[in-house]
């Protein structure tokens, strides 16, 4: 069934979303697996990586960890597609400079980049947000098998400036920083938590389930739902 909403704005989640978690866990995940032990050995110095080892070393209770042991909470995480922060910021350098080498193409469902096309064309604007780092965003986004992708998108939220995706106070501050109202924005994810979230903040929410996607059987609740991104039709009204 076909959905319409009349919005400023779509905000997109990208795993299980516009892209197939297969991708990400098979492609990504080992990318970054077999790259920590280097970044964290050898750019211990970088701003970033050593802000994100700090919070590693919080958030495992060690705070006089060394790298090894940083490296193998990193695993751990990975192990259980944890969506930590400073595991999503180390991803993001790694994966950065492996779309920039060209190591790297990211992956869209067939249906997502025409209708993203159609949605900018008529006025409406596209936001992320993703657990994946703003850095892995904008190389996902770059680096896509249809070209770069980038001049479609108005702004990139993460877990860092925004905060938990489960959490409706995040959806508050992505509004405010968007400057749009909350009734005015159309979250589309594959989580049911992250719509209920989106939901509690006065979005509109679509739960995108997709055949083999992890939570394909789980559904999204009582949430409007769409299997393919044609299913939806946005607008803008300017009145
Ligand atoms: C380009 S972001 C890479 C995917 C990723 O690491 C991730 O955690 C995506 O999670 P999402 O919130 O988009 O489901
Ligand atoms: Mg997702």
Known sequence: MTSHYDVDAVVLDIEGTTSATGFV???LYPYSRSRFAALL?????????ARAVAQVRAEIG?????AARVEKALHTWLDEDR???PLKTLQGVIWSEGFARGDLVSHFYDDVVPELRAWHSAGVRLYVYSSGSVAAQRAWFTNSPQGDLTSLLSGLYDTENAGPKQEAESYHRIAS???IAPDRLLFL???PG?????RAAGWHTVGIRRPGEPYFEQGVGDHAQAGTF???TVSRSTT
Not at 42 to 48: A, F, L, T, V, Y
Not at 62 to 66: G, K, L, Q, S, V
């Open 177 to 179: 920083a968007a400057g």
């Open 230 to 232: 044609d299913e939806i």
């Open 83 to 85: 969506k930590a922060t």
């Open 189 to 191: 994810s594959d989580r």
């Open 62 to 66: 060690e705070p006089d960890a060394d």
């Open 41 to 49: 050995t050898e750019r211990s110095g970088d701003p970033e990586v």
């Open 194 to 198: 992250e719509l209920d979230a989106a």
């Open 25 to 27: 866990v098979d492609v």
